[in-house]
């Protein structure tokens, strides 16, 4: 972590000294900004340091804003409306029938109700897949069949339904397994080994939080193996049923999902408030060594205004300077940071939550406005030090 760290601020750095390199290329008719850019340039390893510090810290404190509110209410939003929020598991066969007539009683519509035959993948077209280090090898998967294509699992390649000795896998496992229609796959099971030949694929929507499975069987073809059943449902009426389910079936297991998402929700927003603060004592961190690096050069500043003071600089225009150098400097490093976030924020989009990306306009306005608000009243201090009564002219005078 503290190495990506230190990569992102010196990447954040080199990306805000090009910009200042364009800024002293362009025809400025402001007179100050060109002395506050060109005074910049002149101490890269400060300009540097300050640019990493500050564009790292808003970089980072725009993007936890935005994937503790934006983001997670957008994959929230996205689920379902009538999304289930608790999953019956470990469900007898005998005990079927009866959950059924109890959760008509109960005016509840469960999705359907799925065998389940729990096996692990050994072999790939006769090959072990023993070494290979993809997490579905490395514990038992949950197998099922069914006589209809599920209408969340649109099929990408082959055709259903599958036949006996036929089975139909899940697209994403297909392709980091290198598995292809018409290769064959083996399972070990509690009371034999079984083989199957791929014949479709299957592109799975994982977040719709309904029951879905790598692997889906034709009816018959697992009849010989342990099974038990699945099946969920939607709630929202209190706990009374739910206690009477767990009397009525005390061996079936009830996972509350909605609890579970509510859970991970709370923890989200308090790593998130943790992070916060780390990042805001980052930026005061900041702007204490920007402080520092300008208690430093107080003499240097000084002897610089005598000079443009000499050449004829008014006071209105030295303070103006030093307004702009901060502000400047406040700015770019405000929009390295919109730049940084956008781009971490679109692969998170795009990778991370299956999102369309879309450019978040409040970054580009926001960060580079705020970074220069908060470095220009450091300009403003500055000047008011440097300028304060008639010293400088003193010792232009002297």
């Not at 972590?1 to 990569?7: C, D, F, G, I, S």
């Not at 009371?191 to 719709?208: G, I």
């Not at 998402?261 to 060594?289: D, F, H, N, Y």
Request: with cysteine; proline share 5%; aromatic share 8%.
């Amino acid at each position: 972590v503290l190495a990506v760290a230190v990569v992102l601020a010196l990447l954040c750095g080199l990306v805000g000294w090009m910009l200042l390199n364009v800024l002293k290329r362009l025809t400025l008719k402001s007179l100050a900004l060109r002395l506050a850019v060109n005074r910049l340039l002149r101490q890269p390893w400060s300009t540097l340091s300050q640019l990493s510090a500050f564009s790292l810290s808003f970089m980072l404190l725009a993007m936890l804003l935005v994937l503790r509110g934006d983001l997670l209410d957008r994959w929230q939003q996205q689920l379902p409306a009538e999304s289930p929020n608790y999953f019956l598991i470990n469900i007898a066969p005998e005990q079927v029938t009866p959950l059924k007539t109890f959760l008509a009683e109960h005016q509840i519509v469960p999705e359907s109700f799925y065998p389940i035959v729990r096996a692990r993948l050994t072999q790939i077209n006769g090959q072990t897949t023993e070494g290979n280090t993809d997490e579905a090898l490395n514990r038992e998967l949950n197998l099922t069949w069914q006589a209809n294509q599920p209408d969340h699992n649109p099929l990408t390649a082959g055709s259903w339904p599958p036949k006996a000795g036929e089975v139909s896998m899940e697209q994403g496992l297909a392709e980091r397994l290198n598995i292809r229609l018409g290769d064959s796959v083996t399972f070990m099971g509690d009371t034999q080994d079984f083989t199957a030949k791929v014949t479709s694929l299957r592109k799975v929507d994982w977040e719709s939080l309904r029951p879905n499975f790598f692997f889906i069987f034709p009816p018959g073809a697992l009849d010989n193996q342990p099974q038990s059943w699945l099946t969920s449902f939607r709630w929202e009426n209190g706990n009374g049923m739910l206690t009477q389910l767990n009397r009525a079936f005390p061996t079936v297991s009830l996972l509350d999902i909605g609890a579970i998402l509510k859970q991970v929700g709370q923890v989200l927003g308090q790593v998130s408030r943790a992070l916060e603060v780390m990042v805001v004592l980052v930026t005061l961190c900041g702007i204490l060594l920007l402080l520092a690096q300008v208690q430093v050069g107080m003499r240097q500043r000084h002897q610089e205004l005598v000079v443009y003071r000499t050449l004829g600089a008014g006071k209105r225009l030295l303070r103006t300077t030093l307004w702009c150098e901060f502000a400047l400097l406040g700015f770019v490093a405000g929009l390295v940071a919109a730049i940084g976030a956008e781009t971490a924020l679109a692969v998170l989009q795009t990778r991370v939550f299956d999102f369309p990306w879309q450019p978040d306009w409040r970054l580009w306005l926001t960060l580079p406005l705020c970074g220069a608000l908060l470095l220009s009243i450091c300009g403003g201090w500055l000047g008011t030090r440097l300028l304060k009564g008639k010293a400088l002219f003193r010792q232009f005078a002297g």
